[in-house]
């Protein structure tokens, strides 16, 4: 861009004169203008009533005060807009939508009428349009990559995903690495996260075996039932708290223990039908006092 010192056409400052606007902000609160006679271009502002009314290819006049600033002040002539159709040999139609020789929209129609691509320069957006029928993309040899800066969405009534050997969904990091990791491959579920949670109303898992590793593991919860023919518990230590310990067995009730102790800080209650104390060693109570029958 030319400064203003190199507008030959201004032989003083302050300067009034006719200018075409070039190119403009996409809020319209900076203009791109060039006087007439000059191939000098400059910024240009304009109060925002005049500024709404303002496009690419209008005739304006311009103001360039003692300071350098450039305003518009008045709108001489509008640019006409640009509206062209160009049919193709198969009967689609290209339309060509702006001002003069500004193109800013560009139509690709079917013959019928229904718009297949549009693209609009302002913008800066390209949308595929697919009004009836179905769409489907082929690629018979190579890869299908869709890449965006900003947010990618699927939505539609059913949303499927399938992969022939995996399909794969991660996040990256800043440092582009994958901290969250879902993979789906023949036979296999694999979930890679630094931190999991999931919350259900209701949680149903069916398996013929499951099995958790961890370092630490926790559970919370209000109500808590498991229903099982054989429950196996293999550890160093089990450590039980609890307000209330209630155990109820309908058969054989058996302990094998190198050794046993039961503390009771209060009192100890024992009942039983039929009662067998047995051992191949001594047997001793000790009490302060000891009451038979």
């Known amino acids: 861009m030319q400064s ?3 507008l030959n056409v201004l032989n003083h400052i302050p ?7 070039q190119k403009m902000s996409s809020e319209k609160r900076l203009f791109s203008v060039m006087f007439q006679n000059t191939s000098s271009i400059c910024q240009a502002t304009a109060i925002k009533d005049l500024a709404n009314s303002l496009n690419v290819g209008d005739l304006v006049l311009a103001v360039l005060d003692s300071a350098g600033e450039v305003f518009i002040t008045s709108l001489l002539s509008a640019k006409v807009p640009l509206s062209e159709k160009y049919q193709l040999s198969n009967g689609n139609v290209i339309e060509l939508h702006g001002a003069a020789d500004q193109v800013n929209q560009f139509n690709l129609r079917k013959s019928s009428g229904e718009l297949m691509v549009s693209y609009n320069v302002e913008t800066n957006k390209t949308i595929l349009h697919v009004d009836s029928g179905d769409l489907d993309i082929h690629n018979t040899a ?6 965006a800066k900003g947010n990618l969405n699927l939505c539609g009534k059913q949303v499927a995903i399938e992969g022939e050997q995996m ?7 800043q440092n582009g ?9 023949n036979q296999k579920i694999s979930f890679t996260s630094e931190q999991f949670f999931s919350e259900h109303k209701n949680h149903k898992t069916k398996a013929d075996a499951i099995s958790v590793v961890s370092d630490k593991y926790q559970q919370e919860c209000e109500d808590y039932q498991l229903s099982s023919s054989l429950v196996s518990i293999d550890a160093k230590r ?6 209330y310990f209630y155990t109820q067995v309908s058969e054989l009730f058996q302990q ?8 009771v800080k209060q009192t100890a209650f024992f009942k039983a039908k039929k009662t067998l104390m047995r051992t191949e060693d001594d047997f001793k109570v000790r009490a302060d006092q000891i009451h038979l029958g």
């Open 15 to 21: 300067y009034v004169g006719p200018a075409v606007i």
């Open 167 to 173: 399909v794969n969904l991660s996040v990256q990091n």
């Open 142 to 147: 190579g890869d299908i990559n869709l890449n």
């Open 177 to 185: 690495i994958e901290s969250s990791q879902f993979a789906i491959q």
């Open 4 to 6: 203003i010192n190199n």
């Open 256 to 263: 094998t223990s190198k050794r046993c102790r039961n503390i």
């Open 238 to 243: 089990i450590l039980q708290k609890t307000k």
